[in-house]
C-alpha cells in the first residue's frame, strides 16, 4: 500500500485532557499530530502556541507534531517550535516577507519545512522554492476553523501540485487539510495527496479507531496514481 499518513489536527480534540486525547488517537492507529497555530491575525482564531508543544512532548508523544502557523509574522515562532518539539513546520507565503528565508530557517532549525497553499493562492508560489520544500499543504478549506465543508475544486488543485512534485523527483509531501472525511479521503487520495489532516472526522467521532480504520479502507481502495516509491 502507498505511503499514506493520517494526521489527526488537535484543533477539533479536548484541550482539557489534551495528552489523553492525544494518546489516544495514537494508539487508534494515528501517523502524526496536527498541531493548529492561530494567531487572531493572520486568521480569526487562536489556539495554542510552542508551550503546549513542548508540553505533549514532555507528556510523552513521541510521534511526528506537524506545526500548522497561522500566523504572522512567522519567523520568530520558528525558532521556538523547533526547541518545543515540532518535526515538521508550514506556513502561508502570504504571513512571510521572506518565504525563501523562512523555509531555510526551518531547516536550519532542523525541521521539515512546509508552504501551504490557500484554496485562493496561485501555485506559482511554489515557484523557486519547490526544491526546498519537504510538504506541500493544500488547504481544502480557508484556515481558521475546524468543521467546515471541503471545497471541491481542491481536486484540481492537488492534481497538479501532484505533477509539480513528480515533476521535481523529490520526496515532497503532499497534504490536505480541511473537510476530510471518510467519504472523500478516497477521491483526496486518487487527486495525488499522501498526508491526510482531519479533525472533526475523528475527535468528533465515538470511536477513533473506528473512523481511522475507515479512512485507511478507503485508502486502500483508492489506489491513487499519487502512490510515490520512497516518500518518508
Ligand atoms: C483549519 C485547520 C485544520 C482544521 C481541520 O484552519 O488548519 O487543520 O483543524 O479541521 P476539519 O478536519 O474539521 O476540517
Ligand atoms: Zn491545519
Redesign the pocket.
Known sequence: MADFLIAP?V??ADFARLGAEVDAVLDAGADVV?F?V?DNHY?P?LTVGPLVCDALRRYGVQAPIDV?L?VKPVDRLVEEFAAAGASWISFHPEASEHAHRTISLIREVGCRPGLVLNPATPLSCLDHVLDDLDLVLV?S????????AFIPSSLDKLRAVRERITASGRAIRLEV?????PTNIGAVAAAGADTF?????IF?SADYAATIASMRKELAAAAPSAAVAGLS
Open positions: 489536527s484543533l477539533s496536527h493548529d492561530m486568521v482564531n500548522h497561522m488547504m478549506v480557508n484556515p481558521g476553523f475546524g468543521g467546515q487539510d480541511g473537510g476530510i472525511k489532516v482531519a479533525g472533526s472526522a468528533g
